[in-house]
């Protein structure tokens, strides 16, 4: 049998529509650093958050888990760590 | 046209040109097989120069000599750091030498003394570093989308483990990358996406498990030895599209490349040593010509790869005369038959999607027993939007239910009877999770045509006791497949002169450009398809590329869409935002560069007429980019003339503005307490401050409590600030500046009305305590002043009058 176990991070990514100022209003409102875009991917952000372990087996949960009811908030998703090898 | 030979070789003052036999095949000691053609393309003036690669990897050694000159700033950034500095964290390890060998076989410097040369030695690179951290969906999204605009060949030689048991590949983020990549990079002919097959040889991996090099949207990259045999980290699919060459057994030579700490290494190994390589010839491929896109880029290796001498049990032909194996794809890239073809090149068709619909009869796997199901596809010809005729890239999707993964093998056989084995069986593959919409790719029946009878077979072949009461079940499975309705190379291309002397045609009723010729009538418009009513392109029944229509209603056929036009994908050209001169949608924020008058912001992708806060005009792309970090206005990168609130400018960077008594550390990224003497400094000690703290006076960079010697204390003006100022060169003591206000001299120097005069044995005479002065006096009333030893010795007393 083969179990899989996932290790959260402290970063999420998040789909905000309203721009930046949005995300850092809505980062700052529930504890989050809006660390900027997601690369190209427009209206993707890059949210840390300094309360939550590093590491963990179990997503997060708390107050700031309230940001995914915000409208403007599309998509919300903890980063799990995934196993990458050089080749 | 270049002709192998001794004499024509050129010659590099590289140490380690002469070993560089994957580039050069001239040494007659070796018994050379066959080369990539590099030196080929060169010869035609083809080295990478205005083509930007970059390395995703664990970071790049940027001050090394072999690749300072082509590092490009624009290409590189450190994910895990979220800085712009790529630069690989040093350990007693140097475990993060990966993306520094990569990078120098892709752009090392040619003829800098220097250690190696790479295969495109002119062209840009970067590096991305991402692999020294925690690795996660935004990571790599971060990484694959890092300036699409900027960088044209990314090089990737990580994925998942290839121990044999994972099923792995980008999640939601890197697929959208990748996407948005393949659609809107490089001003819409898409980024180009290099991979590294995978080095799971000996775990009996197979690189359809790894979601990143089965995808289409990467150039997947395998590996042969010297000798032209399988290396033993070599894991085979049909997904593989070609080889370059790579390390093997210990008889096979080397490949050489940079290293960490400025070093140069013939260590660096595996499908990680290919894929690079693959990157720069493509380099060479996109200087000769910049306009292909992504697919252009991948129909020119399929067409000229070559089996060569590779050594692999399953070559075949397939339908459309192309040899290619699970080992190797379509063969070695030859760099040279790239060029030329790159040359010549025109844009293939658009590129359709057919996706048919799903098969979702369940059915049982049994143990030693076959799954055979056949579907019948259509190419999606009822649908003119995506109706494939030619065949491109196939996929797969499967979902599967079964107690142990590694048991099964699938196969899938072309109408034109290609069989590909898009999984075999994998010894360590104990997974009960089966295949959940799992995508397989093949390149195999590349150029075949779609309609007709697919076969997929499933066989389980257990490996040890199982419980048979469970069998394995195929719930559902579905074809998409990728191509053209045209043929790829019909109206637009102008054949290679030379043909492949390893292709074979399997038929000659499959030749695809017969095929094609049936489709046109006599004397309509090259841009016509299915016939026309009458001269020109503005007659054509349906277009063969694009349709552009008028204000009086009437529409032409073109071959691409003009200035100000897009193409929106149902093959129409429409119009762009009035300001936009080129754009990939109708939107004011989908530019891609600008009319006259107005600059494209990078990040927005409107167009503007003056750039905003934080950006610079960069006025070779006309485009608005953002300054590096903390800058609130800059004439370049990194080049800020203002900084944003809390920080100021030291140079042309901005640092964190600290508080009087203060300065910032930029390593420990603080600020720290000045040295006790200083009121404010600029750095650590003593000689950093830039104000003394009270009771404290300013001697030249530092705060002392008295003035040195040499030194006086000076107040320029009342309730000026008071400071030690250098007296004169002429004294050794002063009160004042200027060379009157000495109080002592150097020894020598006499002083005399506050000024040092050359001392010599004349002293003055009117200083009664001196014995010479009373000699003096008698030497001038005796009148000797006139005898030049005694005016010499008196020369004071004898030049006063009276």
Known sequence: PFSRTLTYTNHWAVRINGGVEEADTIASKYGYNNLGQIGSLKDYYHFYHSRTMKRSTISSRGSHSFISMEPKVEWIQQQVVKRRIKR | ?802
């Open chain 2, 1 to 802: 046209d270049f002709k192998p030979g001794a004499a024509q070789y050129p010659y590099f003052n590289d140490p380690k040109w002469p070993s560089m036999w994957y580039i050069h095949c001239n040494d007659d000691t070796h018994h050379c097989q066959s080369d990539m053609n590099i030196v080929g393309a060169w010869r035609r003036g083809y080295t990478g120069r205005n083509v930007v690669v970059t390395i995703l990897d664990d970071g790049i050694e940027r001050n090394h000599p072999d690749l300072q000159q082509n590092y490009d700033q624009m290409a590189s950034f450190d994910v895990n750091g979220n800085d712009w500095d790529p630069m690989p964290r040093y350990d007693a390890s140097n475990e993060n030498k990966h993306g520094t060998r990569c990078a120098g076989e892709v752009a090392a410097v040619a003829n800098n003394s220097h250690c190696t040369i790479g295969v495109a030695y002119n062209a840009k690179i970067g590096g991305v570093r991402m692999l020294d951290g925690d690795v996660t969906d935004m990571v790599e999204a971060k990484s694959l989308s890092l300036h699409p605009q900027h960088i044209d060949i990314y090089s990737a030689s990580w994925g998942p483990d290839d121990d044999g048991k994972t099923v792995d590949g980008p999640a939601s983020l890197a697929r959208q990358a990748f996407e948005n990549g393949i659609r809107m990079g490089r001003r819409g002919l898409g980024s180009i996406y290099v991979w590294a097959s995978g080095n799971g040889g000996r775990s009996r991996d197979h690189c359809s498990c790894d979601g990143y090099t089965n995808s289409i949207y990467t150039i997947s990259i395998s590996s042969t030895a010297e000798s032209g045999k399988k290396p033993w980290y070599l894991e085979e699919c049909a997904s593989t599209l070609a080889t370059t060459y790579s390390s093997g057994e210990s008889y096979d030579r080397k490949i050489i490349t940079t290293d960490l700490r400025q070093r140069c290494t013939d260590s660096h190994t595996g499908t990680s040593a290919s894929a690079p390589m693959a990157a720069g010839i493509i380099a060479l491929a996109l200087e000769a010509n910049p306009n292909l896109s992504w697919r252009d880029v991948q129909h020119i290796i399929v067409r000229t790869s070559r089996s060569g001498h590779l050594n692999a049990p399953d070559w075949k032909t397939n339908a459309a005369g192309y040899r290619v194996s699970h080992l190797y794809g379509f063969g070695l890239m030859d760099a040279e038959a790239m060029v030329k073809e790159a040359e010549r090149w025109k844009s293939v068709p658009p590129q359709h999607i057919c996706v048919e619909s799903p098969d979702k009869q369940s059915r049982t796997i049994r143990p030693e027993h076959v799954v055979r199901a056949v579907y019948k596809a259509t190419g999606c010809s009822e649908n003119l939007n995506h109706h494939v005729l030619y065949l491109e890239h196939i996929v797969v999707r499967v979902t599967i239910a079964h107690p142990r993964r590694g048991d099964l093998a699938i196969y899938l056989t072309s109408p034109s009877g290609t069989k590909s084995e898009l999984l075999s069986n994998r010894l360590f593959d104990h997974s009960m999770e089966g295949f959940k919409s799992w995508e397989f790719m093949t390149t195999h029946s590349w150029g075949e045509k779609a309609v007709g009878d697919w076969v997929l077979e499933i066989h389980d072949s257990p490996s040890q006791l199982r419980n048979f009461k469970t069998p394995g079940k195929l719930k559902e499975f579905s074809l998409v497949l990728y191509g053209t309705s045209v043929h790829p190379y019909s109206s637009s291309y102008t054949p290679f002169d030379t043909p492949k002397v390893d292709r074979v045609r399997s038929s000659p009723v499959d030749e695809p450009s017969e095929g094609f010729q049936d489709e046109f009538t006599g004397s309509c418009d090259p841009e016509c398809i299915n016939g026309c009513d009458g001269l020109g392109p503005q007659h054509c029944i349906d277009c063969l590329h694009f349709f552009l229509k008028f204000k009086n209603n009437t529409r032409t056929c073109v071959p691409e869409c003009p200035r100000g036009f897009y193409d929106d994908e149902k093959r129409r050209c429409k119009k762009c935002w009035s300001i936009c001169e080129n754009c990939v949608g109708s939107r004011s924020d989908q530019c891609i560069s600008c009319k006259n008058g107005y600059h494209l912001n990078e990040e927005t992708n409107v167009c503007v007429t003056n750039c905003p806060e934080s950006f610079y005009l960069d006025k070779n792309g006309n485009t608005c980019r953002r300054c590096s970090e903390n800058c609130r206005r800059c004439n370049g990168f990194q080049f800020c003339t203002d900084c944003k609130p809390g920080m100021s400018l030291q140079g042309t960077k901005c640092v964190f503005s600290c508080a009087d008594g203060s300065y910032y550390n930029s390593q420990k990224r603080g600020c720290e307490r000045c040295h006790f003497s200083c009121a404010t400094c600029a750095g650590q000690g003593q000689e950093s401050c830039t104000r003394c703290a009270p009771s404290f006076y300013m001697e030249d960079w530092r705060c002392v409590l008295s003035c040195s010697v040499g030194y006086f204390l000076d107040q320029p003006y009342e309730n000026a600030e008071k400071t030690c100022r250098r007296c004169d060169p002429s004294c050794s003591t002063c009160i004042g500046h200027g060379e009157r206000n000495c109080s002592t001299c150097p020894s020598g120097y006499n002083l005399e009305d506050g000024a040092c005069v050359l001392g010599t044995v004349c002293k003055d005479a009117t200083e009664e305590s001196w014995a010479e002065g009373s000699f003096c006096v008698l030497v001038k009333k005796n009148s000797l002043c006139q005898r030049k030893v005694l005016q010499q010795l008196c020369c004071r007393t004898c030049s006063l009058k009276g």
